[in-house]
């Protein structure tokens, strides 16, 4: 059974940082694709950033230039490196991981912005 545990959300003021963690209870090389979704109040669940296995990533064009994402294969973990966080950033995040065999899913983490 795969386990994703996130990490790093809390409540920031409008231009302030934050940076989430996922920590996966396997290797992560085992995954072809590690990203970063969310989802906030009455909206659909959207991709924020993704990263492959060869550190390809892609961005939404909403957090481009603002959010970086990572990963470091030795910890197993992926991360999110938010700058310059807007208050519709406010939402909680999840993060997803990929494989040939499954799709799967952290128990979210809540980031709130504040104006």
């Known amino acids: 059974q795969v386990q994703l545990m996130e990490s790093g959300g809390g409540l920031v003021q409008a231009g302030g940082s934050l940076r989430l963690s996922c920590t996966v209870s396997?290797?992560?090389?085992?995954?072809?694709?590690m990203g970063w979704y969310r989802q906030a109040p009455g909206k659909q669940r959207e991709l924020v950033a993704q990263?492959?296995?060869?550190?390809?990533?892609n961005y939404a064009d909403f957090v481009k230039g603002r959010f970086t994402i990572s990963r470091d294969n030795a910890k197993n973990t992926v991360y999110l490196q938010m700058k310059s966080l807007k208050v519709e950033d406010t939402a909680v995040y999840y993060c997803n991981i990929r494989s040939l065999v499954g799709n799967y899913w952290g128990q979210g983490t809540q980031v709130t912005v504040s104006s």
């Open positions: 990263i492959t296995g060869g550190f390809s990533t």
């Open positions: 396997q290797s992560i090389m085992n995954f072809y694709a």
